[in-house]
């Protein structure tokens, strides 16, 4: 069974086309984003998660970019809870602790079918280029509603907002490929679903 999936969004705030593949042996990611630093966040997620990953964005970044941030990451919850649709064979719970630099940031991830978000540490303001640090919370926290995950993320410490976000993003990178490798048969929970 292939685990991948591909969505379409568009209203008349933003466009997007994600797609993404669990499973690809491919070192293929394609982001393009109307916020560089986005983009390379995005970027980071795909190469350092192992996911096949294509995501285009266009939107209404003359207003904000709060609506593509947080639209993408609908999209890529949407993307992984179909991909994992019966959620067969999978680890379930992931956990990463990623050091950069000057920041250690830990995630742990559980796609359980029930959406929780926790984020603690995390009071950055202002920009990091054009991006607005803010909007982290706002990705994630769409995103784990979107995936109906658990996620968790503690900033233990750190002092560079460019480091603290990007490890934000490889752990959670991290934590959602040791969820969804495949490492048993039928599906992780006493109650026979998820």
């Known amino acids: 069974m292939t685990r991948n999936a591909h969505i379409e969004r568009k209203t008349r705030e933003t466009s997007i086309n994600l797609q993404l593949d669990l499973d690809s042996t491919l070192d293929d990611a394609t982001i393009e984003t109307p916020i560089g630093f986005f ?3 995005l970027e980071a997620f795909a190469r350092h998660s192992g996911f096949s990953v294509s995501i ?5 970044t003359h207003v904000d ?5 947080e639209d993408t990451g609908i999209c ?9 649709a019966d959620k067969n064979q ?10 950069m630099d000057d920041a250690l940031v830990e995630v742990a ?3 359980c079918g029930r959406s929780a978000f926790i984020i603690n540490g995390y009071s950055i303001t202002g920009k990091v280029g054009s991006f607005d640090a803010e909007l982290v919370p706002e990705f994630f926290q769409a995103l784990s509603q979107s995936a109906a995950m658990n996620l968790h ?3 233990r410490y750190g002092n560079n907002k460019h480091h603290i976000i990007e490890a934000i993003f490889k752990a959670f990178a991290h934590a959602c490929r040791q969820a969804l490798t495949r490492n048993r048969e039928g599906i992780l929970s006493t109650k026979g679903v998820l």
């Open 56 to 60: 285009r964005v266009a939107g209404d």
């Open 153 to 155: 993320i503690n900033v």
């Open 109 to 111: 991830v559980d796609f």
């Open 90 to 99: 999978i680890a379930r719970f992931g956990s990463a602790l990623i050091p």
């Open 39 to 41: 983009t390379h966040m």
């Open 65 to 69: 970019d709060h609506h593509s941030v």
């Open 76 to 84: 890529l919850g949407q993307c992984l809870s179909k991909a994992i």
